[in-house]
């Protein structure tokens, strides 16, 4: 009796004994998960060319952040010459105009090339060394996020745009301090004025976009063919996306981007950007402004249908998708000329 009670005692402590190690096995797995999670999207993508002093120099009010293609420079130029010049935004404004890119493969050296001559001229592309994909888009979001943040963080106002939109920046700027100053007691949005400077700014803490609310997440176990299924370690448990913003144009204040940054690190990325950007907004407590009525996806060709929308307030931005893009030059020189006949309309801004 006496031995079977001994055995028992000693049965017990080893089982004790074996359970409390695995439970700090578990423990100990579960904080080096959380920290790997952490660090892995903390993940800086070193960078390949960039101007770091840029921002410094310029001390811009106004940083338009492009995300398109690296072999695309041909719509690299028709920016540069259009809503991405200075000479065409109210004179008592600086802009900063920065397209963000990815790395290349080796099979592409001579567009590496290309964008090497391109940065020796403009100083105004930042690449970074993920790879040059579609599915690559919140890498490209991220590493922006990190530029402005570090580089550009005086500046007041930040457009987030991709390169297949056009718009009109004195156009943009009259209606968009109309929408902002009309709704100023319910929004806080005024404009900001100093001794020299007269310039639409969002209040803090504040983006303005297409906003998108109620959309549902897909899954891979129930959408296995959906292009935008995701599989269940994005945002678990939950059925719909938080609120976010349409990519092609959002306007947001200048703390934002650094904001975003610091919710990164717990927050796993996955490929959609904008959805992703919509989780870092609800996580940083991020105020939406909706402004659709003022965007507009797409047009079916160069009339004066299409003039009319823009230069009559209703959209100031345009999408537009596929082959359309490449008629940016001719539809911006026709709108230039539109709203510079436009007798007295922009007297205020000029």
């Keep these: 009796m006496q031995r079977w009670t001994i055995a028992t005692v000693i049965i017990i402590l080893l089982v004790t004994f074996i359970i409390k190690l695995l439970r700090q096995n578990a423990q100990h797995g ?106 690559n888009q919140v890498s490209k979001m991220v590493s922006a996020i990190n530029y402005i943040t570090d580089y550009c963080n005086q500046s007041k106002l930040i457009l987030r745009i991709d390169d297949d939109v056009i718009f009109h920046p004195r156009l943009m700027f009259d209606t968009l301090s109309d929408v902002f100053l009309n709704s100023s007691e319910s929004s806080q949005q005024h404009l900001h004025q100093s001794s020299n400077l007269t310039i639409f700014q969002l209040p803090r803490n504040t983006i303005a976009c297409h906003l998108i609310s109620d959309f549902e997440v897909w899954r891979k176990k129930d959408h296995p063919k959906h292009f935008n299924a995701v599989d269940d370690t994005v945002l678990p448990g939950e059925a719909l996306y938080p609120p976010f913003c349409a990519g092609f144009f959002v306007a947001m204040s200048g703390d934002v981007p650094g904001k975003l940054r610091s919710h990164i690190a717990t927050n796993k990325p996955f490929w959609m950007d904008d959805r992703y950007m919509g989780v870092l907004q609800k996580r940083a407590s991020i105020n939406n402004i909706n402004i659709s009525p003022i965007l507009d996806f797409g047009y079916k060709s160069i009339t004066s249908d299409v003039l009319d929308l823009l230069a009559n307030h209703k959209k100031i931005v345009r999408h537009l998708p596929g082959k359309q893009k490449f008629h940016i030059s001719q539809l911006y020189g026709y709108l230039d000329l539109s709203i510079r006949g436009l007798k007295g309309h922009f007297e205020t801004i000029k």
Excluded at 82 to 95: A, E
Excluded at 113 to 129: A, H, P, S
Aim: proline share 4%; with cysteine.
């Design 30 to 135: 579960k904080k080096t998960t959380t920290q790997s999670t952490a660090s892995e999207y903390q993940k800086f993508y070193p960078y390949i060319m960039a101007d770091f002093e840029r921002c410094e120099r310029e001390s811009p009010d106004i940083i338009i952040w492009v995300q398109g293609r690296a072999t695309s420079n041909q719509l690299r130029s028709m920016i540069r010459d259009t809503y991405g010049n200075q000479k065409n935004w109210p004179h008592n404004m600086t802009v900063t105009l920065i397209f963000f890119i990815g790395e290349l493969p080796k099979n592409k050296i001579q567009y590496q090339n290309m964008l090497q001559y391109e940065f020796g001229l403009y100083k105004d592309i930042v690449q970074n060394n993920y790879s040059e994909s579609y599915r």
